[in-house]
Each structure stands twice: as structure tokens, then as C-alpha cells.
């Protein structure tokens, strides 16, 4: 998808503008992730607010447990 995004559609611009949300693009392929950090800035400015929002709750989430220290 990263590398073909004329054949995108809404499932998957949102899958990876979340896997950026993730953090989950730094186990890619260097030359995908830097391609990838632009069209996930170019999917979020076209993505619905309500996606939008959806995606920085799930960004919010994630920062929150991963700083969470488990005993």
C-alpha cells in the first residue's frame, strides 16, 4: 500500500496512517518508512475529522501505555 498509494483506499490510508501512530513503521524498510511518513501527512490533511481524532486517540493510548512501567 505504502509503495502503490493511487490503489489506496479509506481502510487502508487509515491501516497506515495508524501503523505510524504505532510506531509500528520503524520495523519497515527504511526506504518505506521515509516514503510512508509522507503520505501518512498527506492521508491525515485528507482524512475525515472523525478518523482524525480516532487516530490521535489511538496515538494518545499507546504513549500512555508504553510509558506505563508494569511490576
Request: proline share 3%; hydrophobic share 45%.
Amino acid at each position: 500500500m505504502i509503495t502503490a498509494p493511487r490503489e489506496l483506499d479509506v481502510a487502508g490510508a487509515f491501516t497506515i496512517a495508524m501503523m505510524w501512530e504505532l510506531g509500528i513503521e520503524e520495523v519497515m524498510d527504511g526506504r518505506v518508512e521515509a516514503r510512508g511518513r509522507d503520505l501518512v501527512e498527506r492521508i491525515r490533511a485528507r482524512m475525515p475529522d472523525a478518523l482524525r481524532e480516532l487516530l490521535d486517540g489511538i496515538g494518545d493510548s499507546y504513549a500512555a501505555s508504553s510509558l506505563t512501567v508494569r511490576r
